[in-house]
């Protein structure tokens, strides 16, 4: 019933980030979408091993780990490209090359 | 061929592992000398290594009849441990995009004289190219991820080198797109993990049932995928990205990352999670394909920039791959050869599509479709290489194109979805349009005396570029080649699950 | 549609319409997991079979540096990515005051004492991750922090492009190759440790790996935190 609960958590989580990344403009908001989606599917993961009675599974926990750095490292990097963008005004659109489809 | 079948498989796939390390390897070094030429010959040479390897792959694919090689790592067989999984078309896949990646390198070394953007071109080049190779070698999912995520990083870094706004913002815009869909995937996977509690494809391949959870998780794997294929109308990112990165990188994006990302979609459909799913599903994701030709080949008609026009055909030729799937869902044995052969022939001639176009962009200053008018008398062989590739883009005879068309035209009649076929048919003529717009204009006669500054040895670099091109008419006249290792591996392409 | 500020917002019907759909996805995702049987616990008993030989005692570092290594592999590899992106220049004729800047103060003489105490527990981490959570992230981590202490109390370094620091932050991939190398000597097969040696050699790549992380880290923070120093002189 607790793992049950946990991973419905988990996929509400996951949704709400989602709706954040859509709906959300501006830099540190899209960003911030994407962690929470990223800690959302983790989660997830780790809500497989709440099933078992000695609530542990190696394999998830790597998973979890690993995953955590490289979403760590993509929001390094998405904030570092993203303070070297010239903000035109205080707006933080980018702006299209072509005309939007 | 060096013949591997003397060696016990054990020892001879041990150039699996070997095959991925080595660009790593460079990567590193790379990074740490400070010289760029040296960096740049070290460079040449190790493609040229990597290429002999990837040879030796596809031969010990042969040799084995097909049969899927697993290496397992570390000893630790699949479930504990990650096993790299080498079956025909993957083995093609290996062989391309190690040409390219030669024709690439070869190309970058004349590109880049900015010593600045050299110098970080090369590493992240090269771990551009160990994430390829570990997409097409990976037996387990969350490998995938990983590898994904490398690429995805890399060519994000690859396209900020110029440090311009306009790629800056491109970059950028590609960065957010990529970990969106990456961790789409990832939820895929964590789906699947609850339900099954392996990750390792060719168990899954045997365990795997249709249900609604399964259902659930292949879309979202498909959604990020799709996205990160830039499949109409989540194409949005691609022509920025594309038209505003150097030229080289412009190639190795349209040419091998589309195709990275478009392996895992195709393998996990048709190889491991094939009971989830629909012929609904497939449909729906072949008539997206059918309008990104249609737009794809619209925009590219009334673009003013020839890297945007370029990019825009990338997006209308990706169509053609997604039209794949109904045609492979029903009629498997023939579409598989038309799915290796479209990727080769497309890579091969859009990357040399790319570089010439880039020389064309360097040499001029601009890429304003209208004022090149009459650069053919400037650089002739530019636009031979992009006259060339055109005439692959377009379908026709003796290129590769042509070859791969005809076979998806044999699946569509087979299958009795003819339906296709218009699509195929307009397809072709639309692309005809936008590049005869290209051509045109390069052969006649400037109106305006424009100073063209182009040194003679303005195309030394593009040589690599006419080997591609040349490349995409040789497959034309030899369909066998690739037909036949594809079929050696048919029955067994499907990651040992059958279908 | 513009709101308040100036900045574009998505019109509210779109936002109903995206929470919307996401929200049915959502019940249909939930609907099927609460479908789904419980899943066995395979993993656990393979990696409690196998421990023996992988030379530590948490399974956690096992599956992560022994059995799934080469995932750990690629991870070093996409961190290594990061710091190559993040570095302003490469090219050494590019001179920049490359000092520690001291200054005396509160915070400085907080920061004295802190600094040494972190690198311990940093050092203490690392080692304990062999038999209790902990290993060479969460001791870069660590280490990344005194970084940023010294930073904010104006003792940081500010270039990180000569040849030694690129060393450090490839360090954790030519550890791990130099590993493969040395066994595959021994084994002759790709990331399979020698089984007397794997405590030593799993020790060995986590010791190179916290520092590469924690030099990555504390790059990215220098390089967001100068570009934001600058756009707000810039502006102010």
Known sequence: MQAELYSVCAVILFALGLIAFLVKHGVFHKVLALNVMGIGVFMLLLATSAFYPNAIDPLTHGMVLTGIVVAVAGSALALNLATQVDLPSQSDEITRHDKPD | MINLIDLPLATASQILPLHILLPLLLAIICFLIKSSSIARWLSIATAIIHLLFAVLLVSLSVSQNGAVITYAIGGWEAPLGISLTLNTFSAIMLIMSATISLAITIYSGHYFKDVEQARRFWPLWWLLNTALCGIFLSGDLFNLYVMLELMGLSGVSLIAINKSQSAIKAAYQYLLVGLFGSLLFLFGVALIYREYGVLDLIMLAATVQGTLLTKCALGFMSLGLILKTALYPLHFWLPDAHASAPAPVSAALSALVLKGTFYILFMLWFSVLTPATTFLGASIIGAFGALAILWGSVKAFTTDRLKLLVAYSTVAQVGYLFILFPLMYQYPTKTLGAAAYFIVAHACAKAAMFMAVGNIQKMAGHDEIKRLSGIASHMPLSIFIFGIASISLMGLPPTGGFIAKWIMFDSALESKQWWWIIFLVVGGLLSASYLFRVLNLAFTTPTIEQEMYVSSSAEVGLLSALVLAVITIVIGLNAMWILDVIDIGLATATLGAGK | ?236
């Not at chain 3, 040849?163 to 791990?176: A, G, P, Q, V």
């Open chain 3, 1 to 236: 549609m513009i709101d308040a500020h100036g900045a574009t917002v998505l019109k509210s019907s779109y936002v109903l319409l995206i929470a919307l759909t996401i929200s049915v996805l959502t019940g249909g995702v939930i609907f099927a997991l609460l479908q789904t049987p419980a899943p066995q616990n395979i993993m656990y008993d393979l990696v409690q079979a196998n421990i023996q030989q992988s030379g530590v005692t948490n399974p956690v570092t096992a599956v992560l540096l022994n059995f799934r290594a080469y995932d750990t592999f690629l991870e070093f590899a996409v961190f290594f990515c990061v710091s190559i992106a993040s570095l302003p220049y490469l090219d050494p004729s590019v001179s920049d005051a490359s000092h520690l800047e001291t200054k005396d103060g509160p915070l400085f003489s907080l920061v004295k004492v802190l600094v040494p105490l972190t690198i311990l527990l940093a050092g203490y981490t690392l080692w304990v991750g062999s038999f209790k959570p902990g290993g060479a992230f969460q001791a870069g981590a660590l280490l990344a922090g005194c970084g940023l202490l010294l930073t904010l109390s104006n003792a940081g370094v500010t270039k990180m492009t000569g040849f030694w620091w690129r060393s450090i932050f490839s360090m954790s991939l030519i550890f791990f190759i130099l590993v493969i190398g040395f066994s595959y000597l021994n084994t002759h097969t790709f990331l399979m440790y020698p089984t007397t040696l794997s405590g030593s050699l799993i020790l060995f790549i986590e010791f190179a790996a916290t520092f590469s992380v924690a030099a990555t880290l504390y790059l990215c923070y220098l390089s967001v935190r100068g570009r934001v120093v600058q756009g707000s002189h810039r502006a102010g």
